[in-house]
C-alpha cells in the first residue's frame, strides 16, 4: 500500500486598502518593504534585491491603479518559500496597455519594467468588476 504525504506549503500574505491619492505608491512602497524585510520562522528569507523588485513592481502597479483605475486599490502581497507575489486589484475592467516607451515620455515604462522584473505577469477580470494584476518573482 502507497501512502501519500501532504504537502503544505508555507506562505504568509497580507492585504491593503489604498486610497485613490498619488501618495498611495509611496506608502505602498513602505507596506511592501517592511512586509517582506520582516523575519519568518521556519521560511527563506527574501533578500534585499527581490525586495527592491518587489517594492519596484508595487509602486508601478498601484500607481497604474490609482491613475487609471477609477478608485482606490487593494494591494495583496504573499510569499511563499519559492515566491514573492503581488497582486493590484482595482475597479476598472480596461487592461493595461503596454506601450513602447518614447525617449522624452516622463510615463509609460513602468509595465515594461515590471514585465522584465517578474517572473510570470498576468492580468485578469475580477468577479463583480475591475481586475487583477499580478506579477510573481522567484526568490
Do not use: W
Not at 1 to 30: C, W
Not at 43 to 63: G, K, N, R, W, Y
Not at 74 to 86: C, F, G, K, M, Y
Request: with cysteine; charged share 30%.
Amino acid at each position: 500500500m502507497r501512502t501519500h504525504r501532504r504537502t503544505h506549503r508555507r506562505s504568509e500574505r497580507v492585504e491593503y486598502l489604498l486610497s485613490d491619492h498619488a501618495a498611495s505608491a509611496g506608502r505602498a512602497r513602505r507596506l511592501t518593504s517592511a512586509f517582506l524585510a520582516r523575519p519568518r520562522q521556519r521560511m527563506a528569507p527574501v533578500h534585499a534585491e527581490q525586495i527592491d523588485d518587489a517594492t519596484l513592481i508595487v509602486s508601478e502597479l498601484v500607481a497604474n491603479a490609482t491613475r487609471h483605475g477609477g478608485g482606490g486599490c487593494r494591494l495583496r502581497l504573499r510569499v511563499t518559500d519559492e515566491q514573492v507575489i503581488v497582486e493590484v486589484c482595482d475597479d476598472s475592467p480596461a487592461r493595461p496597455r503596454l506601450r513602447p516607451p518614447a525617449s522624452d515620455a516622463e510615463s509609460g515604462r513602468g509595465l515594461a519594467m515590471v514585465r522584465c522584473l517578474a517572473e510570470r505577469f498576468d492580468v485578469t477580470p475580477v468577479t463583480g468588476g475591475g481586475k487583477r494584476v499580478r506579477a510573481i518573482l522567484a526568490i
